[in-house]
Structures are given as structure tokens and as C-alpha cells.
């Protein structure tokens, strides 16, 4: 491989010209009164995630999807500017799903071309899918839940794709859609010599990356940046920005220096704790839902749980009457976040329907309600104050990755302390991510009593039903959670075409994962993102301000 | 002993340990808790199948010893292996992490060991003055602050009028050379004075005892009879030797420079071997784990080594 340029920067003739006008405007400080923003310009993002590959089936980060999202062609993206995220054209610009659920089709911008010229078409989209069904097992994993039930795909005219599952399915539109279409002149020779995980997918030669989205990858340097200018050939609405850059932090309080000195223009998700700092310091700080949960998680594997007190329903109901969640929401997390009830967060919603069950209501916070419970359950308090339960005190070991060390911890000496006065003891056990998933399972088993962790849910809520099938264990699920009721009712759902019929489903899904308790969620995050006055026409989302639902956000930013 | 013996055997000493570390580091690695494919195979759109998938690419499923086969076999033949997350050659990861951590690191240092010698040295001339006592408080202090809290209060501090982060401004356009080299100067500057404030400390605190101790020895009270001016004494009769201990500890903390560069590197997320280190660390990544930890102990070896070749040239009575 050849080496990377050093920091020789090279940069081409429009950003040249753009950042010399941007350099003019910005200092006579913007227009304003016009209300016509300034066009061109290079925004600079800030993010503490980083990338981890370019190479769609090797990074895993939530910047690396968004970079593709930004990158490469996707048929359908998801409006978010609407409250339940309808879709949006892409690549494709009408779409329809047969009644019985079985066939889906596309018509794609005719005339397109990727970034080296080469014509851009059905056949391309066929490719992709194809050659993730191809080695779906293997070198393709990565995206092999895109294309689970799909029989066959195929461009029937140059603008035409049919695809036709072996069932009813639910979630095709986002499957097929919101998967990054890949230019074949580049992948078909990495497939055809099993190459395609080894391939570092990275500009070289001063050639940006080959690409069909509203920008190209210019520019990558591992741990420091990545430069994207704005794509002259794209087939869609063109980005008001010349390019933008993202920049990779490993420490948040030097990324909220940055922004506040202008080494910076945005940052993509700021701690709670950087708000204030922000807003006084004259920034925009945007706050919404967002797409996350804090959860205590239950071993509920009757044959890992080795406390056979907490199998039982009636424990974990009494411990949830026994969390404050507010006083988490406002000492924890500083007032931005919202108890959370289901698995399924507020503000999940997507196909015109929202997914979150508003009627499902969190325990409220009663001591006395909780010791009443454990006391008809005969669990007597010792001389210590803790109840023993089967000749055992209830003391339990609480796994506690550090990833969610700072609010987290907040949030779990509100819990321990709540606890304290029902009489069970918690011991939080400090362990780093990987470490702490090793302490859960093992052989087979969930070996763990509780632990405390959290769920970042997918645009479609068909991610975060599945962690509680049995098809997961030892995968995503990690509780131990498995019923057939549930994994009958997550099938049902998958198949279910009509979004109306679906979201009863899923509401009945939530409704028996709450009953059954095998989490408690404690809270849903709020989206925190800040950026500079300078700069404005954000789209936000749940993902923030640059995220892999769409490509408003980044063709809309203008400077102020 | 002979001069030849003393090398070879330095030298065979120095290339065992690098193998007792290899040999270390492999199995270290493996006995943390966690594994390395749990986190490449937390991708919402997975199949269940990544997880064997990857293991199998990985070779993780092979029994360990032969692992341990595998990897030495490859090493020797100059192949460091493939990084589980960016899916590329450890080689060129780390050459890459390297070469950005050097300059900086090595600016640091430099710095470090003139302000180090210089405030030693002046410091024991000076003895029991306001000035070395402002000194010697001074070096204490920023020997024993903690790294990352200096690289912080330095950051939030210096930070309106230095780059923060990165190596270089990556909106910069066509700078010639110089405008070039002027950035990385200016993005080099908070860590590199990070650097040179957390290593200072130590070089003076040693440098002036050692000058205290050969400042009392008869031959400088003899070249002060003599009515050898006092300039002459101090740098000809005192500071050769005590250039002794000073050479081991800079030689020393030379071979740490990539280590030290962990947390500066973190705060100032600057794209150097420290970086890597700690992201492969979280990540799990074996290799690439393995590959920076072996470049640790080369270099911590190397460095020793050649602080037994100074030694050895310095002082003659070595060898006897």
C-alpha cells in the first residue's frame, strides 16, 4: 500500500476560492439582515466518536455511517424533519410495496454518474445487494441484516429495481434503502478476490474517494481528520457548503475548548455537563430526543441466575418502585434526559408512525410500596437492615461498564441508595466495556446478578425488539430474556407490511418486555449538539446534526 | 573485562529481554478479560454469523499456543500482523503513529533536558539562594503533578492562542513550507511544552545532586585553592563529572518517550503512537497492541543499551 501523504495539504481550486470569500464575509461578520445566508464556506466538526474504517464492512462507528450516508448513493433517506421520519427519495425517487409484502420496487434519477464518471444506475444498486447476499456469511456480515428474506433483486429496466422476499416484509423499505450503494468499478474485483474486508477504502493519490452522495471524501488521516469537499456531479439537491471537515477528539473538554476559541465551527453531541459552558459562551446548543437508554439489566437466565430471588417477576417490580427517576434526570444527568419506561425510546419513529408506547407509564417512586412487596414475599430484614432471601443476604454485584462512567455513576448511587431503604445492597463492579461483557456471559450462560448499561436504537425499532428474542443470546441479548410469546410476536412485526398493524405489534412487544422486566429502563437521553452563530440551517435528529438518517442537515448548513 | 566482551553481553541481554517481552505481551493481552470480536460484531445491521466470521479471519479460533506459533513464526519474518479494526497492516499503522509522535515528543525532550541541566546545574552553584529554592520547589511541583490534570489546566489556558488538537490545520490551503512547518509548530506547542514541563522537574532535581555531591569532592576544593576562577570550576570539574547520572536518566527517559506520550497524546488528541495505544487498548486489537508494546520495549531496550555503551565510555573503571 502506499504510503499517506504527509500533512502536505492539498486542497482543490473551489475550496481555495470558498474559503478565501468565507474568510472575507466572516470578518465583516456575516450577513444577518438579509436573511439569505452566505454560500460556500468550509464547516469544521468536532466529534469524540472518530472513525474507525472507511470500508463499509469494517467500521462500526456511528461517524462511519454517517460518512457513508454522506458519500455513497442510498435509495431512501428518512425526512427528519418530520416528527415520525417518513421517508424521503434518494437514489430512488418513487417507491412502492406490493400489498402482500412480497415485492418492492424502485425507479432511481435517471442520468446519474459516481464521481469518476461512470454511469451510476440500477444495475450498481443490484451489485451492492447482491454481493452482500453473496458473501452475507463472511467478508459481507456487516450489512447481512439488510438483505435477510430478500429471494431476489433485479434492475428490470435502467431506472427499475424489483426486489421480491420469500415473506411479507416489514422492514424492506428501510432494509434495501438506507444501505449505501456501492460503485462496482471498485468493489467487484475486491469480491471476486475474497478483498473486500482488507480493502482500507481511503483517497489516494490526491484522487478523492469514488462516491455518489452530495460530498467526497477527499482527504483521511487516521485519529485526526477527514475532509469531504462538496460533489459537482451529484444527482441531487447540491449542499449550499464547499466541503466540511471533521476532526477527532479524544478528549471532550478539549473538543469544548475548540469551539469556543473557533478552532472549531460544531461539535456533534456535547456532555450535558458543557451546556452551560457553551451557552454562555455565546454558542447554539441544540436539545431533543435522542436515540438512547440508560437500563438496569436483570439476569433473568434461569439457568445462569445464581440468586433465584431476582427470576421472580414480583423482586424486580418491588426494585423498580424503589427508583427515583427524576431525581436521576435531574442529579445525573443535569435535566437532560426524561424517565424512560419502554425499550423503546421517545421520539423512535419512523413510516409515519410513531413506535414508542406513550401509555406505558414508569413504576412512580415508592418506598413503601416496594417494602411492602418484598415483605409479602417473606424476605425479612436482617439486624443489619438487609432482607435475606434464601438464607442469603440480598447483596447484590451490579456489572457496571466504564462507558457509562460520569452519569451513570451519578445514576447508580441514586439507585443504591433508594435500594438501601428496601433493604438490598448493591455493589457496583467497575469493569471496561469489553471486560464487562465477559462478566455477563459465559459458555453459553448469563453468569451475572444485575448490571447497569445502555441501548443506542437503530432509526427502525426492529434493532432494539430483537435484543430480547432468543435468536440473540449470547449476541445482542443480555439478559437472558426468552419467551416464544415474544419471539412470535418479533416475527410478526417483521412481516407485518401495514405500518399501523406493525406499531400495534410493537406496542404490545413493549408491554410485555416491561411486564416481564428483564430491564428497567431508568431514562432516555436528550441530543445535545452545539455549534457556532456563525453557522446555521442544522437539521438535527436523534442522531444529532451529522448522522446516517439523511443527508439534510449537511446540504442545508449555510453561515449565518 | 574487555571492552568487546562488555557490548556482547549487553547486547545479548538486551535481545533476550526483547523476546521475554514479545513472549509477555502475547499472552497478556489474552488474559484480560474481554475479547476482541464482541466489539467489531456490535454493528446493529450484523448477522449472528460476523462473530464466528471474524474469529475465524482473526485466527482466534485456533488453539492458543498455536497462536503464539503463528504470531512468532510471522514476526520473524517481519510481519507485525493485521490491525482487527482498521483491517490494515500494523506496519503501517504504527510507522504512521511514530512518525507523528516523534517530532513532538522529541522537541519536548529536548527542552526538557536543557531547562533540566540548566536550573541543576545553576541551582547547585546557587545553593541554599532564594533562587535555587524557587527553583528546586518549582521542579518539584511540576515533576509531581499528574500528567493529564497539567495537560488540561495548559489546554484550557493557553488554548485561544494555540491549536488544541491535531498535528496540523487541515483547512490550510497550499501552504508553502514554511506556513506548513509554522503550523505544525504552532499545533506541536501545547504538547510539546506538556511534555517538557512533566519531564523538566526530574532532569533538575537529579542533575543538582549530582553537581552538589562532586561540588564537596577534594578535587574542586583542590581547583578552588588553585584560585581557579568559579565558571571554570563548575562546568570543567564539577558538571563532567556529574554528567554521569544525568546521562543514564536521559538515556532512560528517552526510551520512555513513547510511553509518556499516552496521556499527552489523549488530551491533545494528537494522531501519535499514544493515540493508537490507547484506542487499541479499548478496542481490543491484539495486533496492533502487540505491535506498539513491542515498539515500547524495543525502544526502552535500545535506550538502555546505549546508556550501558555511554557509561562504559564515560567512565572507564567500568570495564575493571
Not at chain 1, 474568510?23 to 469544521?44: H, K, Q
Not at chain 1, 436539545?287 to 431476582?310: K, M, S, W, Y
Not at chain 2, 518539584?140 to 490534570?149: D, G, L, N, R
Not at chain 2, 583542590?222 to 546521562?247: S, W
Request: aromatic share 12%.
Amino acid at each position: 500500500m502506499e504510503p499517506r501523504r504527509r500533512p502536505v495539504m492539498h486542497f482543490v481550486l473551489p475550496l481555495v476560492l470558498a474559503l478565501v470569500a468565507s474568510a472575507c464575509s466572516g470578518s465583516s461578520g456575516g450577513g444577518g439582515d438579509g436573511g439569505e445566508g452566505a454560500e460556500g464556506g468550509v464547516l469544521r466538526i468536532g466529534t469524540s466518536s472518530g472513525l474507525t474504517s472507511l470500508n463499509p464492512f469494517v467500521g462500526f462507528n456511528q461517524d462511519d455511517y454517517a460518512v457513508w450516508m454522506y458519500i455513497y448513493p442510498s435509495l431512501l433517506m428518512y425526512d427528519t424533519t418530520t416528527p415520525t421520519y417518513d421517508f424521503l427519495p434518494g437514489f430512488a425517487q418513487e417507491w412502492s410495496q406490493s400489498e402482500d409484502g412480497m415485492t418492492v420496487t424502485f425507479e432511481t434519477v435517471p442520468g446519474a454518474t459516481w464521481s469518476d464518471g461512470e454511469p451510476l444506475d440500477a444495475e450498481d444498486v443490484v451489485f451492492t445487494f447482491e454481493m452482500i447476499k453473496e458473501y452475507e456469511k463472511t467478508q459481507t456480515a456487516q450489512w447481512a441484516g439488510s438483505v435477510t428474506f430478500l429471494e431476489t433483486i433485479e434492475a428490470t429496466g435502467e431506472n427499475t429495481i424489483v426486489a421480491t422476499y420469500d415473506r411479507p416484509a416489514g422492514t424492506a423499505l428501510y432494509d434495501l434503502g438506507l444501505t449505501p450503494i456501492l460503485p462496482p468499478q471498485v468493489w467487484e474485483p475486491l469480491a471476486a478476490s475474497k478483498e473486500i474486508r482488507r480493502f482500507p477504502n481511503e483517497p489516494e493519490g490526491g484522487e478523492p474517494l469514488v462516491g455518489g452522495g452530495p460530498f467526497l471524501l477527499t482527504e483521511y488521516r487516521k485519529n485526526d481528520i477527514a475532509l469531504f469537499e462538496a460533489n459537482p456531479s451529484y444527482y441531487g439537491t447540491k449542499p449550499l457548503i464547499d466541503g466540511f471537515g471533521l476532526q477527532f477528539f479524544r478528549d471532550e473538554d478539549a473538543m469544548i475548548t475548540a469551539l469556543k476559541t473557533d478552532q472549531l465551527d460544531a461539535i456533534n453531541e456535547i456532555p450535558p455537563t458543557a451546556v452551560e459552558t457553551l451557552r454562555s459562551a455565546g454558542m447554539e446548543v441544540y436539545e431533543g430526543p435522542a436515540l438512547a437508554l440508560r437500563d438496569l439489566i436483570f439476569n433473568v437466565d434461569p439457568e445462569g441466575q445464581q440468586r433465584p430471588e431476582l427470576l421472580d417477576p414480583r423482586v424486580r417490580e418491588a426494585m423498580e418502585y424503589a427508583i427515583d427517576r427524576q431525581a436521576i434526570v435531574d442529579t445525573a444527568w443535569l435535566g437532560f434526559a426524561t424517565p424512560g419506561s419502554t425499550i423503546v425510546p421517545e421520539g423512535n419513529a419512523t413510516q409515519g408512525v410513531s413506535w414508542h408506547d406513550d401509555d406505558i407509564q414508569p413504576l412512580p417512586y415508592d418506598i413503601a410500596k416496594a417494602n411492602e412487596i418484598l415483605d409479602s414475599l417473606g424476605y425479612a430484614k436482617g439486624s443489619d437492615g438487609i432482607r435475606v432471601a434464601d438464607g442469603e443476604q440480598m447483596e447484590y454485584e451490579v456489572v457496571f461498564p466504564l462507558d457509562e462512567a460520569g452519569a451513570g455513576d451519578r445514576a447508580f448511587r441514586i439507585i443504591q441508595q433508594g435500594f438501601e431503604q428496601i433493604g438490598v445492597r448493591l455493589v457496583q463492579q467497575r469493569l471496561d466495556t469489553n471486560a464487562a461483557w465477559n462478566a455477563m456471559y459465559d459458555k453459553g450462560h448469563y453468569v451475572f446478578e444485575l448490571a447497569m448499561w445502555d441501548w443506542f436504537p437503530a432509526a427502525d425499532p426492529d434493532f432494539i425488539l430483537a435484543v430480547l428474542t432468543c435468536d440473540q443470546w449470547g449476541n445482542w441479548n443480555d439478559t437472558g430474556y426468552c419467551t416464544d410469546e415474544y419471539d412470535d410476536l418479533y416475527t410478526e412485526q417483521k412481516e407485518a407490511v401495514d405500518p399501523q398493524e406493525r406499531q400495534r405489534i410493537v406496542f404490545e412487544m413493549q408491554q410485555l418486555a416491561f411486564d416481564a422486566r428483564p430491564y428497567i429502563i431508568l431514562t432516555y437521553d436528550r441530543r445535545l449538539d452545539a455549534w457556532s452563530k456563525d453557522w446555521t440551517g442544522f437539521v438535527p435528529s436523534t442522531q444529532g446534526i451529522f448522522n446516517n438518517f439523511s443527508t439534510q442537515s449537511l446540504t442545508s448548513v449555510h453561515q449565518a | 573485562m574487555r571492552r568487546s566482551d562488555y557490548l556482547i553481553k549487553r547486547a545479548a541481554f538486551a535481545i533476550i529481554t526483547v523476546f521475554v517481552a514479545i513472549t509477555i505481551n502475547f499472552f497478556l493481552f489474552r488474559v484480560l478479560p474481554g475479547d476482541a470480536v464482541r466489539n467489531l460484531s456490535r454493528v446493529p445491521r450484523a448477522s449472528n454469523e460476523l462473530v464466528n466470521a471474524l474469529k475465524e479471519q482473526f485466527g482466534l479460533d485456533e488453539p492458543l499456543w498455536q497462536q503464539y506459533v503463528i504470531y512468532l513464526n510471522q514476526l520473524l519474518h517481519g510481519n507485525m500482523g493485521i490491525s482487527f479494526s482498521n483491517q490494515q497492516p500494523v506496519s503501517e499503522n504504527l510507522k504512521e503513529a511514530l512518525a507523528n509522535t516523534i517530532p513532538m515528543a522529541a522537541t519536548g525532550t529536548v527542552v526538557a533536558i536543557i531547562i533540566g541541566v540548566s536550573t541543576g546545574v545553576f541551582s547547585a552553584w546557587r545553593r541554599g539562594s532564594k533562587l535555587d529554592q524557587v527553583s528546586t520547589n518549582a521542579a518539584i511541583a511540576f515533576y509531581s503533578f499528574p500528567t493529564q490534570w497539567l495537560a488540561l489546566v495548559i489546554l484550557i489556558y493557553l488554548s485561544p492562542w494555540f491549536p488544541s488538537h491535531g498535528m496540523s490545520d487541515p483547512f490550510l490551503i497550499d501552504p508553502t513550507p514554511w506556513e506548513h512547518f509554522v503550523d505544525v509548530a504552532r499545533h506541536m506547542f501545547l504538547p510539546s511544552l506538556t511534555f517538557a514541563l512533566t519531564l523538566y522537574g526530574e532532569y533538575t532535581l537529579i542533575v543538582r545532586s549530582a553537581m552538589l555531591e562532586t561540588l564537596g569532592e577534594d578535587y574542586v576544593l583542590t581547583a578552588r585553592a588553585k584560585g581557579l576562577p568559579q565558571r571554570r570550576i563548575v562546568t570543567r570539574h564539577a558538571f563532567r563529572n556529574a554528567l554521569l547520572p544525568t546521562t543514564t536518566l536521559i538515556a532512560l527517559s528517552l526510551g520512555y518517550i513513547v510511553a509518556g506520550a499516552i496521556l499527552i497524546e489523549t488530551v491533545f488528541s494528537w494522531p501519535g503512537i499514544g493515540n493508537a495505544v490507547y484506542q487499541a487498548v479499548t478496542e481490543r486489537d491484539y495486533p496492533m497492541l502487540q505491535g506498539a508494546f513491542l515498539v515500547l520495549t524495543i525502544s526502552v531496550v535500545f535506550f538502555n543499551f546505549i546508556a550501558d555503551v555511554l557509561y562504559f565510555k564515560l567512565d572507564p573503571r567500568i570495564t575493571e
